[in-house]
């Protein structure tokens, strides 16, 4: 079964600052990988997507990396702002099934 | 397109009473999901289709039961409502199993 933990929990930082969020899972046979954000009280919006066969992905001022191997993937925001604060949400996807399986997300604070 | 739309946004259940979930998108997306997502926690996955007529269950089904007669539709049914089922709901697609998934904005359950 597929264990998905994300570090830290939550992380508070001021605006400016690069943010490093960190998504680990335990079975490396994925078929790729997403990262969502989650605003309060609202659903989940995609961010970025990585095939298995990438090691990164770049959308503005996002990067997500990606190491099968090792079973990580970080997601890098640059120059924070406070538009960033969310809850941010991994989600590997298996190859088998095509199940995804969430981390419990890293809730992030931007303060201006 | 409106995407993956979901009702109603709110209700409140008694326990025992029994209640569906809608969920319908607009993408022409074969695979479809449902998860529930309980305070400060993460996404568990409760039911999924990988199109019409296909169904399969995910890591928390007791409870619940789904049906996936069209692309477009894919309602959750809860029968026997219990306390444990308060959560939010949401309704997730994607075309396949290369492309980013798409959420609803969710059904916010309470039941008492």
């Known amino acids: 079964k597929q264990e998905v933990t994300q570090i830290p929990a939550a992380l508070s930082v001021p605006e400016g600052e690069n943010l490093v969020l960190n998504c680990s899972f335990t079975?490396?046979?994925?078929?790729?990988l997403q990262w969502f954000r989650q605003d309060p009280g609202k659903g989940l919006t995609s961010l970025l997507l990585?095939?298995?066969?990438?090691r990164e992905q770049t959308s503005g001022r996002l990067n997500a990396s990606l190491d099968k191997s090792s079973g990580r993937s970080t997601l890098y925001i640059a120059a924070s702002q406070p538009g960033d604060s969310a809850t941010y949400l991994c989600?590997?996807?298996?190859?088998?099934?095509?199940?995804?399986?969430f981390g419990g997300g890293t809730r992030v604070l931007v303060k201006p | 397109n409106a995407g993956v739309t979901q009702t109603p946004k709110f209700r409140i259940l008694k326990i025992g009473q029994s209640m569906t979930l809608q969920c319908t998108q607009d993408m022409n997306h074969n695979y479809m999901y449902w998860y529930r997502q309980d305070p400060g926690m993460g996404l568990k996955l409760i039911y999924y289709?990988?199109?019409?007529?296909?169904?399969d269950k995910g890591e928390v089904p007791n409870g619940y039961n789904v049906s996936r007669s069209t692309t477009e539709d894919f309602p959750l049914r809860l029968e026997l409502a219990a306390p444990s089922q308060t959560s939010v709901y949401f309704c997730?697609?994607?075309?396949?199993?290369?492309?980013?998934?798409?959420f609803g904005n969710g059904t916010r359950l309470t039941v008492t």
């Open positions: 079975d490396s046979a994925i078929y790729n």
């Open positions: 990585i095939q298995s066969s990438q």
């Open positions: 289709s990988v199109g019409a007529g296909i169904t």
């Open positions: 989600a590997p996807i298996k190859a088998a099934g095509n199940k995804l399986t």
């Open positions: 997730a697609s994607r075309l396949t199993g290369d492309s980013p998934l798409h």
